[in-house]
């Protein structure tokens, strides 16, 4: 079995899977917050290096401000409660988006679990914060021009992305049986293989995980090449 060496997770249906059980959509956010806990250590333990969650996108503040509210004060309260876990287990976490717009106590909560998990090295976890593809590339434009370069080559442009170092994506997961990529990593996602799985996040399982990884062994990455 092919490992693919990046991941990423568009971690979709919470608020569905809770509304059909006839629960508060602040329920499918719990149920889901655990799962993307878990998912953390299956890839690690499947091999993946890099693993990128969708946690909250540019897009996103478009909800009702108290769902946000509490998706908000449940990350921060995670990643308090989990810093120690994830620091034993190898866990290196990064924060990815345009974190200067989250409320403070987020935002040095997110610096704080960056810092202490710095030099683990069994899995490197991207958790795409106030995220938006467009926004990525857009912040990277206004940086270059700030920094007045003049000839900008990929090499150098990806200098200037939220995570600099962060290989191309490989496999891209989206659950609840939707099919788009929903402005996530567009720049990292140019020859990433597509699988969609039909359930709700919360619903998502290992099993589910290997299964992914089983079908993006069998195809075959070309990247714009002609078949052998």
């Not at 917050?33 to 969708?54: C, K, M, P, Q, S």
Request: include cysteine; proline fraction near 3%; hydrophobic fraction near 40%.
């Amino acid at each position: 079995m092919t490992v693919p060496r990046h991941v990423g997770i568009i971690m979709d249906g919470n608020g569905r899977w809770a509304r059909h059980r006839g629960l508060p959509r602040v329920e499918g956010h719990r149920r889901g917050a655990r799962v993307a806990e878990d998912v953390i250590y299956w890839a690690r333990d499947l091999g993946i290096e890099y693993l990128t969650l969708f946690t909250f996108s540019t897009e996103n503040w478009a909800r009702p401000r108290r769902e946000i509210e509490f998706l908000f004060e449940m990350l921060k309260r995670r990643i308090t409660e989990k810093k120690e876990e994830l620091v034993s287990e190898g866990v290196k976490v990064v924060f990815a988006g345009r974190l200067e717009d989250l409320p403070e106590d987020l935002y040095n909560a997110c610096i704080d679990l960056m810092e202490a998990t710095k030099e683990n090295r069994r899995i490197t976890v991207i958790s795409a914060l106030n995220y938006g593809g467009r926004s990525e590339i857009l912040d990277a434009v206004r940086r270059i021009i700030k920094e007045k370069l003049e000839h900008v080559d990929e090499e150098i442009f990806r200098r200037f992305l939220y995570v600099p170092d962060l290989p191309d994506l490989d496999l891209i997961i989206r659950t609840s049986g939707e099919y788009r990529l929903s402005n996530f990593m567009l720049w990292h996602s140019a020859y990433a293989e597509l699988l969609i799985i039909d359930k709700y996040w919360p619903e998502f399982t290992k099993e589910d995980l290997i299964f992914a990884i089983e079908e993006y062994s069998r195809r075959e990455r070309r990247f714009g090449k002609v078949q052998a």
